[in-house]
């Protein structure tokens, strides 16, 4: 049986203040609405483009996903990784809602969770420390989310914790695309103009000898990732929330050793990019493999 290891999950509540709280929570379910994500799911994530964010469907989308968000207990991730065989998850901070400490704590619970480290632009500390501390503790990576983080992947602040961060010879995901997570009276709380790809090239340019990997492979901007950040071989993508036309492009423009299975669990499912890999790997069970674990173990410097 082919070993999968999820690249990008998180862990806790990622939107609001204390949310790392949520993790040590047991019997929690999701609320029962109608999840329009579930049906876009279902069908493999039929491409809708940029458009679905002005459609009127768009508030009941981010709704469903903030009922998702509320269900990311460790209880739940660990039950849904033994429904999807998932050998371990990479578990995204975003600090300063989920920090590090609440993922290292949670590791020390169970050594199927991979703990990412982050920087919390919220304050001011002696990043290259905390960073070179959390990586002596555990750390396999660093988590940027600039649209829910409010700091352009392309600020200075950013290339100074990357330029820390790189010593470390470990991997930066940064979340890829312009999307929506606050309901509009809250909208104080997000910068979803700093998803842009523009940016992201930007920062992966600027540090060739770090490994990034794109989260979503960009959402519904595929065609600027394959553009600007294809041609840089320090550029990797995630899979999540992605069909599997969107994927062959992918494949095509990265080659299957840049390329990582993620599913965003529990805001994406696993078992739709788990339908994605078989539907493009089509038998060739080396990609499938470079996909579902390989290229993780090898960014991640597993033994």
């Given amino acids: 049986m082919t070993e999968i290891i999820d690249i990008h999950t998180h862990?806790?509540?990622?939107?609001?203040?204390?949310?790392?709280?949520?993790?040590?929570?047991?019997?929690?379910?999701?609320?029962?609405?109608?999840?329009?994500i579930s049906v876009s799911?279902?069908?493999?994530?039929?491409?809708?483009?940029?458009?679905?964010?002005?459609?009127?469907?768009?508030?009941?989308?981010?709704?469903?996903?903030?009922?998702?968000?509320?269900?990311a207990t460790l209880e739940n991730m660990l039950r849904n990784m033994?429904?999807?065989?998932?050998?371990?998850?990479?578990?995204?901070?975003?600090?300063?809602?989920?920090?590090?400490?609440?993922?290292?704590?949670?590791?020390?619970?169970?050594?199927?969770?991979?703990?990412?480290?982050?920087?919390?632009?919220?304050?001011e500390y002696d990043v290259d420390a905390a960073l070179a501390q959390d990586v002596a503790d555990g750390a396999r990576g660093m988590k940027l989310h600039p649209i829910?983080?409010?700091?352009?992947?392309?600020?200075?602040k950013v290339f100074s914790a990357v330029e820390a961060f790189g010593?470390?010879?470990?991997?930066?995901?940064?979340?890829?695309?312009?999307a929506h997570?606050?309901?509009?009276?809250?909208?104080?709380?997000?910068?979803?103009?700093?998803?842009?790809?523009?940016?992201?090239g930007k920062l992966v340019k600027a540090f060739p000898k770090v490994l990034f990997i794109a989260g979503h492979a960009g959402l519904f901007q595929v065609?600027?990732?394959?553009?600007?950040?294809?041609?840089?071989?320090n550029a990797h993508v995630d899979i999540s929330i992605q069909s599997p036309k969107v994927v062959r492009k992918l494949l095509s423009a990265f080659g299957p050793e840049r390329m990582l299975f993620a599913s965003d669990w529990p805001w994406g499912c696993r078992e739709t990019p788990?339908?994605?890999v078989d539907r493009v790997c089509r038998g060739d069970e080396s990609v499938k493999r470079r996909m579902l674990s390989e290229n993780a173990r090898e960014l991640l410097n597993l033994a």
Avoid: W
Wanted: hydrophobic share 35%.
């Fill in 11 to 36: 862990l806790g509540d990622i939107m609001y203040e204390g949310g790392g709280g949520l993790i040590d929570e047991t019997g929690v379910k999701k609320k029962l609405m109608l999840d329009l």
């Fill in 41 to 71: 799911e279902m069908l493999l994530h039929p491409d809708f483009g940029g458009a679905i964010y002005e459609s009127p469907l768009y508030p009941m989308i981010t709704k469903a996903s903030r009922a998702r968000n509320d269900t």
């Fill in 82 to 123: 033994d429904k999807n065989e998932i050998a371990m998850s990479a578990c995204m901070p975003i600090p300063p809602y989920v920090t590090f400490d609440d993922l290292k704590r949670t590791a020390n619970k169970s050594n199927r969770i991979i703990p990412f480290t982050g920087v919390d632009f919220t304050r």
């Fill in 148 to 156: 829910i983080q409010c700091v352009s992947l392309d600020d200075p």
């Fill in 167 to 178: 010593r470390h010879n470990l991997p930066v995901l940064f979340h890829a695309g312009i």
């Fill in 181 to 200: 997570y606050y309901p509009t009276d809250e909208k104080e709380k997000e910068r979803p103009e700093f998803g842009t790809i523009e940016a992201a």
């Fill in 223 to 233: 065609d600027e990732v394959i553009e600007i950040l294809a041609p840089l071989k």
């Fill in 274 to 276: 788990l339908r994605v």
